[in-house]
């Protein structure tokens, strides 16, 4: 049903080491999430950010139990994101990228579609859409 690759793929192996790749600068944020797939087959786990872009949020779940049942790439995904202001940011996106680990949960890059701030997981604060970076900046901080 669910796949979990054991090895990561380099994109473009030409480029040297340490150049940096990515459209949008990330911040290194430590906070609390929940992901879910909503559907016929819905799937619920929690685990904690490593960082944050303007296009995307890397992962790293809390259980291995998660690993038998990590959603496969390219499907659908929602987190949510605890933030320090006791809000929430919530992204909508798609899974690019699962990594195994042998003693902990795994670890999911997810390509963000829409995000939006919530005072709650019920009611919205404020949705962006390849918005202004600068006031989403403003709210993590």
């Known amino acids: 049903m669910y796949a979990v690759p054991t090895k990561t793929i380099t994109l473009n192996p030409a480029l040297p080491p340490g150049i940096e790749r990515r459209g949008h600068?990330?911040?290194?944020?430590?906070?609390?999430?929940?992901?879910?797939?909503?559907?016929?087959?819905?799937?619920?786990?929690?685990?904690?950010?490593?960082?944050?872009?303007?296009?995307?949020?890397?992962?790293?779940?809390?259980?291995?139990?998660?690993?038998?049942?990590?959603?496969?790439?390219?499907?659908?995904?929602?987190?949510?994101i605890e933030l320090p202001t006791k809000r929430y940011l919530r992204c909508h996106g798609r899974v690019v990228r699962v990594q195994a680990s042998a003693d902990e949960g795994p670890t999911l890059a997810v390509a963000v579609k829409r995000m939006e701030f919530r005072q709650s997981l019920r009611k919205p604060a404020m949705a962006v859409r390849n918005g202004n970076w600068r006031q989403v900046k403003e709210m993590l901080m």
């Open 25 to 80: 600068p990330r911040l290194p944020l430590d906070l609390l999430c929940q992901l879910g797939i909503p559907g016929p087959k819905p799937w619920k786990a929690s685990g904690r950010t490593l960082n944050i872009s303007r296009s995307g949020v890397l992962v790293k779940l809390d259980s291995l139990l998660a690993a038998h049942a990590a959603p496969v790439l390219g499907a659908a995904l929602r987190v949510d």
